[in-house]
């Protein structure tokens, strides 16, 4: 059974740019068959999808976030991260990582649903 | 963007009675090439990251209770407890991959009445 375990710095200056990392374990984040995947949750309990990286460091990305994320996979290390940069108070939220199905179609990667998902690390965005 | 309205957005229920949660989708999920609903649904309980339930709208989750079902098609889903447990009391979620960016309801808090 995989877990996740999601890293980040708790507090980040406004306009810095925000490092998280998630080390997987019992799964192979190199793998062909699966995504892996930043969400968050602001303090209100919403919900949103960040970003993904898949076979070979192809990525996905919301395009509400696109401009100022990087996400990125180390298979060696059994690791994938997010950078998030010119943070405002407004990206203050809880970061999850997670584990994301995928299908393997004619040479497409269709991202699907989020089925395993690490704790979460709280980030605060404050001078 | 698909926006998933979810009502009620908070509920306190009896130990033992029924629950229902529903999901409406701004656009139909259905992928007719296959018949599949492209929706899930989570549950968080306090402090703790979500839990999948249910895939392709109403396909249990290994180790989810008989008493939680979903149900649904193209833009109307619904989650069901058929009998309220002390250790259901969470925030269920649906979402959707059928369109980019994928998204979330805003979720349905449910508590003990």
């Known amino acids: 059974q995989v877990q996740m375990r999601a890293s980040g710095p708790g507090l980040v200056r406004p306009s810095q740019t925000l490092s998280l990392s998630c080390t997987a374990s019992?799964?192979?984040?190199?793998?062909?068959?699966?995504?892996w995947a930043w969400l968050r949750q602001s303090p209100g309990g919403g919900l949103e999808w960040i970003a993904s990286v898949y076979y070979r460091g192809k990525t996905s990305y919301n395009p509400s976030l696109q401009s100022r994320a990087t996400i990125r996979v180390d298979s060696s290390k059994n690791q994938f991260s997010l950078d998030l940069n010119s943070v405002t108070a407004a990206d203050t939220a809880v970061y999850f990582c997670?584990?994301?199905?995928?299908?393997?179609?004619?040479?497409?990667?269709?991202?699907?649903?989020?089925?395993?998902w690490g704790q979460g690390t709280r980030v605060t965005v404050s001078s | 963007d698909i926006v998933l309205t979810q009502s009620p957005e908070s509920l306190a229920v009896s130990l033992g009675e029924r629950v229902t949660i529903h999901c409406r989708s701004s656009q139909n999920v259905l992928n007719t090439s296959n018949n599949k609903n492209y929706l899930t649904w989570y549950q968080q309980r306090p402090g703790q990251p979500p839990k999948l339930l249910f895939s392709?709208?109403?396909t249990r989750e290994s180790g989810v209770p008989d008493r939680i079902s979903a149900s649904g098609s193209g833009a109307d889903f619904t989650l069901t407890i058929s009998s309220l447990q002390a250790e259901d009391v969470a925030v269920y979620f649906c979402?959707?991959?059928?369109?980019?960016?994928?998204?979330f309801g805003q979720g349905t808090k449910l508590e003990i009445k």
């Open positions: 997670a584990r994301q199905t995928t299908r393997v179609l004619s040479a497409l990667t269709y991202l699907y649903y989020f089925d395993s």
């Open positions: 392709w709208s109403s």
């Open positions: 019992g799964d192979a984040v190199g793998r062909r068959d699966a995504a």
């Open positions: 979402f959707q991959f059928y369109g980019s960016p994928h998204t």
